[in-house]
Structure formats: C-alpha cells, structure tokens
C-alpha cells in the first residue's frame, strides 16, 4: 500500500485532525514514512495567521522536482488552509491532488486513494457552513499514546473582527455527548491517561442540542469515565464562562486546574472593535469566579498587539491588564489582517515596526511576570505526567496539572508515568526538578 507524510502547522485542533487522518490511513493499511519517498504528503495546516499559510505555500513549491520525473507525491491540502486558499493551491500547483475543508474530513482519505490510484482531483470544500463529514474513528495515532485530544464541537459564531474561524470552519455545532464519551473510552482502553477537550469556545457546548445539557455536565459525564486520570479543556469565552464549571472542577481532582481564558487587548474600545463581547471588569469578575474557587490554578491567556486604530495608550492599557492579572503564561501576536474579515478592511492599519516594537515589549513584560510566578514555585511538590526527552540538555520533559513545564534531572521516571517532583529553581517558560518518587 502506499506510503504517507504529514505536515502539521497551527493549532490543537489541527493535530487532533491529523491524528484522525493518519488513524483512518494506517486503518486502510497504508504506512507513514518520510517526506522524500512518500507516495502522498498531507498539509493540515492553519489560516489563522499569515505566518503559517506563507510556509505552506513555500513548502509546496518543493515537490515540482520529485513531480516531474514520478508523477509523485500527491499532496492533499485539509483544514483552514484549505477552506481559505486551498482551491488556489490546486490552480497554482498540479501536484495539489485533494483539497479538503475542515468539516470535510472525512472524505479525505477515499478522495486521496482515488488520486493515487487513478489521478483525479478532488476539492471538498465546506460549502454548508453547518453540515459535517466527521472521520469516525478515534485519535489512536498520537505523539504521546498517553495524551489525546477530543473535539466537542466545531465551528464558532463569536464573529470576532479579526479571526477568520467562523468562515473557515463553520458555524458552531456540538457534538453528540454519547459520540464524545464513546471516544473517551476507546482512547482511554489505547492507553490515554490525560484527555483534553478541545472547541474553539467549549462554555458553549450543549446550547445547540436538545435535552439542556451545558458543558459543565459534559465535563462531569467525562471526568467519571474510569481512566480518565487527568482531564483538561480548551478554549474558554470569558462571558460565557460559567460557575458551574469551576464547581464541577472542585468537585473532581482529575480535572486539572488549567484553564486558557483570552483577554485579547486591554482597552475597552479595542475590545468593542474586535467585536468581544465583555468589557474589562466583566473579564476580571470572570478571573475573581475562577480565583476564588481554584486558588491553584494556571492561568493562561491571549494577546493580540497592533490592532487597527490602537494608540500608544490603548497599547498600554494591554501591559497593565498583564500586570493586573498575572498570567502564567501569554500567546501574544501582532494583528496580522486575514482577507474576509472586516478588520482587515479598518482604516488606521498599525505599521508593522511598531507592531513589532509593541510586541517586544508585551512579551519582556510576560516574561517577567511568568518568571516571578515560577520562582514562588520553588520548593513545593507536585505530581507530574513525563511527556519524553526535553529538546535540549539532559532532562526529561513533564508538565503539571496546571500546565507547567518541568524539566526533571537524570533518572528516576518513565514516559508516559505521574511522579512527584520537587522543583529546584524555575525559569520564565519553565520548571526545573527532581524526581522524588
């Protein structure tokens, strides 16, 4: 059978799709080998951003060599990449064999083994921006077979001004709990010891289903499931945000005390015009609802800088939302305009060095907020999932329940095990320790 490679760029989701995709391949009795000999490359790949749709365009341009002389690789295009730009890939390049929106993933596979076997094209874009071609078959091709992933919904119908979701995957749509739960099992029974649910705003699971359920049931339903030893979720709306959800968390210790809640800017007439729907002190009753009943919890966050019209004293009003909410860690990027949506056509458009002078600034403030969090962690105890190998020195990588990264010293634990680590001394992305048991 044929073999296959992947190319994987932006965000959880999109691993969570890749893994489905090489699950069904490998199912189909196809192999993953390396890029230079591979009868089919596959891009899932983000829009979000332009940084990420120029390096698959520039990855692209490689394959004409190799095309020429074998007729090889077939590359297939899926995710928001493809919904955005895909149907220009196909044009520009003739090795572009499938292009596939990310609501139509579940035709990827038989419309890749059509292109290998006979030639054809195949552009599977997501014209109704409601319906679904799930691939039902859970995530079992992972990176950490003790880690996995699990959409809940798909789509989003926030509208921000800046993001382009809602027109590359669709309108906001849950998935079926009894679905949900049935992928859990599967994986848990694969040897997954920690489950992430992912959505692009999970508070708003359920809305759209019969029966009343919210998503603080489906997190109670999930964290009961026999395995499940760490369950976390991804990503939260500040206003949609609910008590129920920290009430669910306090009542099960599996469910980790690690929440990512997007502020996105500090000023309140940057936040009207990025259409969020909270103004700052709603945003900080939110923080106060999640403080008050999770004193241990890590906090992470969303930034964007250089937001059309933003003056310098908006600009400063994000540094002291920083300051105010000291969060464990930030995502900060510099606006970055995406055709179709109508910041990309606001007027005052923030030159680029000062977008990257104010992003410098975001991310020397972060740092030291995050590095004075850490270094009150020295000392203390925690129980701690390895994850492998850390890419430099001679550690193992961990993370904690609320999301901190350890770097354990030498010995002493196994991948894919809980141990208890001390931690030693801590950096502004990190922790450092010692495995204690």
């Given amino acids: 059978m044929y073999g296959f490679a992947m190319k994987v760029y932006g965000c959880q989701m999109n691993q969570y799709d890749a893994s489905k995709i090489q699950t069904a391949l490998t199912a189909l009795g196809w192999h993953e080998t390396d890029e230079e000999t591979?009868?089919?490359?596959?891009?899932?790949?983000?829009?979000?951003?332009?940084?990420?749709?120029?390096?698959?365009?520039?990855?692209?341009?490689?394959?004409?060599?190799?095309?020429?002389?074998?007729?090889?690789?077939?590359?297939?295009?899926t995710s928001c990449i493809a919904q955005n730009v895909g149907t220009e890939m196909a044009g520009r390049f003739p090795w572009v064999r499938v292009v596939s929106g990310p609501r139509h993933i579940g035709d990827l596979?038989?419309?890749?083994?059509?292109?290998?076997?006979?030639?054809?094209?195949?552009?599977?874009?997501?014209?109704?921006?409601?319906?679904?071609?799930?691939?039902?078959?859970p995530p079992s091709v992972r990176s950490f077979q003790w880690k996995a992933s699990v959409t809940i919904s798909h789509g989003c119908d926030n509208f921000c001004t800046y993001c382009i979701v809602p027109y590359v995957r669709g309108r906001f749509a849950s998935r079926?709990?009894?679905?949900?739960?049935?992928e859990v099992r599967s994986l848990v029974a694969g040897g997954a010891k920690e489950i992430t649910l992912l959505g692009q705003n999970v508070d708003t699971w359920g809305l759209d289903c019969p029966g009343g359920m919210r998503f603080a049931d489906l997190l109670e339903l999930v964290a009961r499931e026999p395995g499940v030893e760490w369950l976390r979720f991804m990503t939260?709306?500040?206003?949609?945000?609910?008590?129920?959800?920290?009430?669910?968390?306090?009542?099960?210790?599996?469910?980790?005390?690690s929440i990512n809640l997007p502020i996105q800017a500090g000023s309140e007439r940057v936040l009207r015009a990025m259409n969020r729907r909270y103004s700052l002190e709603e945003y900080a009753d939110t923080m106060k609802l999640i403080r008050d009943g999770l004193p241990e919890v890590g906090l992470t966050s969303d930034l964007i800088v250089g937001f059309p019209g933003e003056t310098e004293e908006e600009f400063q009003c994000s540094l002291a939302a920083l300051e105010r909410f000291r969060f464990d860690m930030v995502?900060?990027?510099?606006?970055?305009?995406?055709?179709?949506?109508p910041a990309a056509k606001m007027k005052n458009q923030i030159p680029a060095?000062?977008?990257?002078?104010?992003?410098?600034?975001?991310?020397?403030?972060?740092?030291?907020?995050?590095?004075?969090?850490?270094?009150?962690?020295?000392?203390?105890?925690?129980?701690?999932?390895?994850?492998?190998?850390?890419?430099?020195?001679?550690?193992?990588?961990?993370?904690?329940?609320?999301d901190k990264v350890v770097l354990l010293k030498g010995a002493g634990a196994s991948f894919g095990q809980f141990v208890t680590a001390k931690i030693d001394s801590a950096e502004s992305w990190c922790l450092k320790g010692t495995v204690l048991r």
């Fill in 331 to 341: 995502h900060t990027a510099a606006y970055s305009p995406r055709q179709g949506t």
């Fill in 38 to 77: 591979a009868d089919a490359v596959i891009f899932v790949a983000c829009s979000i951003r332009d940084k990420a749709e120029h390096k698959v365009w520039s990855e692209l341009g490689r394959y004409a060599e190799r095309w020429q002389a074998e007729g090889k690789p077939a590359v297939a295009v």
């Fill in 176 to 182: 079926p709990a009894e679905e949900i739960l049935a």
């Fill in 236 to 257: 939260s709306y500040p206003t949609d945000f609910t008590v129920d959800v920290v009430e669910t968390m306090v009542r099960h210790s599996n469910i980790c005390p």
């Fill in 109 to 137: 596979p038989a419309a890749l083994s059509d292109a290998l076997d006979n030639g054809n094209r195949h552009t599977l874009l997501d014209d109704d921006p409601r319906a679904v071609r799930e691939l039902d078959v």
């Fill in 353 to 402: 060095a000062v977008k990257e002078r104010r992003l410098n600034e975001v991310n020397d403030l972060q740092t030291s907020i995050a590095r004075q969090i850490n270094q009150s962690l020295v000392g203390r105890t925690y129980k701690v999932l390895v994850d492998g190998p850390a890419p430099k020195g001679d550690y193992m990588e961990a993370r904690t329940a609320t």
